[in-house]
C-alpha cells in the first residue's frame, strides 16, 4: 500500500466514524430539538444529510486540483 492509498483509506475511515458516531446520536439530538420545535428537529436532520454530500463534494474538489 503506497502513501497516497493508505492516506485515502485512513480518511475514509475517519470520515464514516465520524458520521457514524453522529447518526447513532441524530435520532436523540432530534428528539431533544423536536421538543422546542419540530421545524428545528428536521433542519437537523437535513443539515446532518447535506453534511455527508458536502463532504464528499470537497474531497472531490480537492482531488481533482491534484490531478492534472
Same mark, same amino acid.
Given at each position: 500500500?503506497?502513501?497516497?492509498?493508505?492516506?485515502? !483509506?485512513? %480518511?475514509? /475511515?475517519?470520515?464514516? @466514524?465520524?458520521?457514524? #458516531? =453522529? +447518526?447513532? &446520536?441524530?435520532?436523540?439530538?432530534?428528539? !431533544?430539538? %423536536?421538543? /422546542?420545535?419540530?421545524? @428545528?428537529?428536521?433542519? #437537523? =436532520? +437535513?443539515? &446532518?444529510?447535506?453534511?455527508?454530500?458536502?463532504?464528499?463534494?470537497?474531497?472531490?474538489?480537492?482531488?481533482?486540483?491534484?490531478?492534472?
Amino acid at each position: 500500500m503506497d502513501r497516497d492509498t493508505r492516506n485515502a !483509506a485512513l %480518511g475514509a /475511515f475517519w470520515v464514516l @466514524l465520524l458520521f457514524g #458516531i =453522529a +447518526a447513532y &446520536f441524530l435520532p436523540r439530538v432530534m428528539l !431533544a430539538a %423536536g421538543s /422546542f420545535s419540530t421545524i @428545528l428537529a428536521a433542519v #437537523i =436532520a +437535513a443539515v &446532518f444529510m447535506v453534511a455527508i454530500f458536502v463532504v464528499f463534494w470537497l474531497r472531490g474538489r480537492s482531488q481533482r486540483k491534484k490531478d492534472p
